[in-house]
Structures are given as structure tokens and as C-alpha cells.
């Protein structure tokens, strides 16, 4: 089992900056890739940025350039760098990790209660 705890998120301005960690407990052992998701209300969870356990990262369209996913392995720690905010960030942040307890075609997600991001114009 592995929970995941996000914190970060808050109040910001347009044009503010936030940064958003997700320490994680368990097996952390098992964990592989960790995501960051949003969802706003009444709109489907979308993908926001991605991190393997090596580092590589992909972002979304909408935050490339703007945003920064990390990873601390030692502290069990994933973060996502919030830039040049704007209204339409405006959502909840969820953080997931995906373990492979058993290899690459055993796959578990875990997810984290989420934290809310609130741009103001």
C-alpha cells in the first residue's frame, strides 16, 4: 500500500506562483512514475504533468513552460512548480503514483485527497 499526502495549494493571484508537494508513505519502494492531475467542477480530471522514477517528465499543453514536476526519492516527495498562474488553473490537484509491486505488467494507482489551487483575476 502507498498513501499519498498532497499540501501546497492556496490563494494566488494571476500571475503568482505556487508550489504544490506529495509525500508519499508505505511501499514506497514500489513506486514508478508519479503524476500530478487537476480537475475543476464540472470538468473531467485531466493530466497535468508526469515524472518517471529516473526523471523523465512530460507536461500538458496548457502548463508547458509554466509548470515544473520533481521528485525527491529520498524524502519521498513529488512537487509541481506553479508559475505565471492564470484563472483557468483554477482547480483541485491531485497527486498520483503509480507502484509496480510485482513488474511492469503489474500496475496499481494511488492517489492522494487533493488540494485546491484558487487563481483570482
Known amino acids: 500500500q502507498v498513501q499519498l499526502v498532497e499540501s501546497g495549494g492556496g490563494l494566488v493571484q494571476a500571475g503568482g506562483s505556487l508550489r504544490l508537494s506529495c509525500a508519499a508513505s508505505?511501499?514506497?519502494?514500489?513506486?514508478?512514475?508519479m503524476s500530478w492531475y487537476r480537475q475543476a467542477p464540472g470538468k473531467q480530471r485531466e493530466l497535468v504533468a508526469t515524472i518517471s522514477r529516473g526523471g523523465s517528465t512530460n507536461y500538458a499543453d496548457s502548463v508547458q513552460g509554466r509548470f515544473a514536476i520533481s521528485r525527491d526519492n529520498a524524502k519521498n516527495t513529488a512537487y509541481l512548480q506553479m508559475n505565471t498562474l492564470e484563472p483557468e488553473d483554477t482547480a483541485v490537484y491531485y497527486c498520483?503514483?503509480?507502484?509496480?509491486?510485482?513488474?511492469?505488467?503489474?500496475?496499481?494507482?494511488?492517489w492522494g485527497q487533493g488540494t485546491q489551487v484558487t487563481v483570482s483575476s
Open positions: 508505505g511501499r514506497v519502494s514500489d513506486i514508478n512514475a
Open positions: 498520483k503514483a503509480q507502484a509496480l509491486p510485482g513488474g511492469p505488467w503489474m500496475s496499481r494507482d494511488y
